[in-house]
């Protein structure tokens, strides 16, 4: 006779499955609304340095007790040779996915959809001189990805990075990677003296005061930086912040004569919502 199995051994309880679930190797908060981390990368993801994909947790169970997943897009902050990935993040307090994504910590699982897509990528601009990133706020994460690819730097001959920020604690996390990028055993070679950083505040003295845009309209960010104002010949821009941001520097952009591009129509600039307001 076999022998029975003894009834008292616990039930396993049934987890959710978190669907193309990646652990977090690393979390640092910047501010009180800003913190970035970092997780592992699932083997098969291919991405273009500037892209975004759809991260985020598993949502409340409904009436029903079903789950479902809640995600937001994320632009991947980690350059694509990267062998992890890494997101710069706000934290809306009562936003559905950050008032939660803030309290991961190492270990903790996220959901990544393993579809990158995206404009902010040198495949959408065609070859030029001088590359411009524009960005405020998180808007500074696809150009966290772009200014550690080597392709921005074999490209150009010069690469200029603006970020305007309300405080100056919401740059530490561009003036951190930016002020270890020429230490960087991969790229910091490459680099070279090709890469400005032109921090602006507007609500927090700071070397540097104003908007980016009335800093271009008198001229006063090209005199500091010595460079003339933007042309079609050698220049090429991304640009990266709110919505009023965006339109804002596409019309200057254009009155610089420069064309918007695409993945499939490649021209002088391109642009990308940091976010949906
Ligand atoms: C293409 C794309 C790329 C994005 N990349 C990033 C990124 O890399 N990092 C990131 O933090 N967010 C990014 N976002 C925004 C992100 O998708 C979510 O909106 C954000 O994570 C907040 O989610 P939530 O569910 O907590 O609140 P939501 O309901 O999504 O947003 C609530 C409100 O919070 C404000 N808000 C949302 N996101 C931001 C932000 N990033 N900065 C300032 N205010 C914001 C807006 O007023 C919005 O209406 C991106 C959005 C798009 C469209
Ligand atoms: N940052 C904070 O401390 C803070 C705190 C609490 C809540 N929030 C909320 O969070 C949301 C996002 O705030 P955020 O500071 O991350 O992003 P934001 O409002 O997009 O501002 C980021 C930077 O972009 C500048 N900017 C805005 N519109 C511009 C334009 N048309 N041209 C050029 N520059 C422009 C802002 O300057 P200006 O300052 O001149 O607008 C600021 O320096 C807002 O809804 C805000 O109410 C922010």
Known sequence: MTEMTPVTEAKPVKLPTLPDAQTVTMVKHWTDRLFSFRVTRPASLRFRSGEFVMIGLMGEPDAN???????????????????ELEFYSIKVPDGPLTSRLQHIEVGDKIILRPKPVGTLVHDAILPGKRLWFFATGTGFAPFAS?????????????VIITHTCREVGELAYGAELIAGLKDDPLIGELIGDKLRYYPTTTREQSPKMGRITDLMRSGEAFRDLGVAPINRETDRAMVCGNLAFNIELKEMLEG??????????????????????
């Open 65 to 83: 007790g079903k789950q479902k997943p809640l995600l937001r897009a994320y632009s991947i902050a980690s350059p694509s040779w990267d062998e």
């Open 146 to 158: 772009l200014l550690r690819e080597p392709q921005t730097y074999e490209d150009y001959d010069e």
């Open 256 to 277: 610089y004569g420069l064309r918007e591009g695409a993945n499939s129509d490649p021209k002088e600039y391109v642009v990308e919502k940091a976010f949906v307001d």
